[in-house]
């Protein structure tokens, strides 16, 4: 990714607390050289400030009220992948080394996966609580700045519940491991108001 030409939509750090997202937008990291410098959590409170998956509430629990997929686009052994054609999203899940098990990741992302794409395909009640999730990319090659790329809903028009989340067989040195490919669609919403007085319907 580059950085945005000047015409383009930008948010200064000092205004991410009472921004909107705006569907490629550029919100600009701090500039104290430290973890405080993220501003996704300042956008969206209580996400945390590290790592791809990143939320409120607690996937052990069920207890996600929304949920963020950050990606910097650039590891080449998990090529996460937005389709700006059809609006679909290749997200891969967090147990990218071998160790451990699918869904014993420090930061639960690949629980949260399994139990979202379970409920995205159960009764309305289970649809009801899929939590929203917000895109964003790294956007330049230095600092903490990001791009809004979008509303996720999980899943996909033309996709098979097996094409949704698979969980697929990767080798490193020698040792088999599983991680998680999941597939979302982005919602036709090119900007997600400070308050929202309803959750939008996903494009399905």
Not at 84 to 99: C, S
Not at 150 to 175: F, K, N, Q, V, Y
Not at 184 to 194: A, E, K
């Amino acid at each position: 990714m580059t950085l945005p030409a000047a015409s383009e939509p930008q948010v200064s750090f000092t205004d991410l607390e009472i921004a909107d997202l705006i569907v490629d937008a550029l919100y600009a990291g701090g500039t104290s050289g430290h973890t405080g410098d993220d501003p996704i959590s300042k956008l969206l409170k209580g996400v945390g400030n590290q790592g791809g998956f990143r939320y409120s509430g607690s996937p052990s629990k069920g207890t996600v009220k929304l949920a963020v997929l950050y990606t910097s686009g650039r590891d080449v052994d998990w090529p996460d992948h937005l389709d700006i054609e059809t609006g679909t999203f290749t997200y891969y899940g967090d147990n990218k080394k071998p160790g451990q098990g699918l869904h014993n990741t420090p930061q639960a992302g690949n629980v949260l996966l399994r139990d979202v794409f379970a409920a995205s395909h159960g009764t309305a009640g289970e649809r009801a609580e899929v939590p929203p999730f917000f895109l964003f990319g790294k956007a330049g090659s230095s600092g903490r700045a990001v791009r809004f790329r979008g509303l996720l809903a999980p899943g996909g028009p033309t996709l098979t519940s097996d094409d949704e989340l698979a969980a697929i067989w990767r080798t490193t040195s020698g040792l088999r491991f599983q991680n998680y490919r999941s597939h979302f669609t982005v919602l036709d919403h090119d900007r997600v108001p400070r308050q929202l007085d309803s959750a939008p319907t996903r494009r399905r």
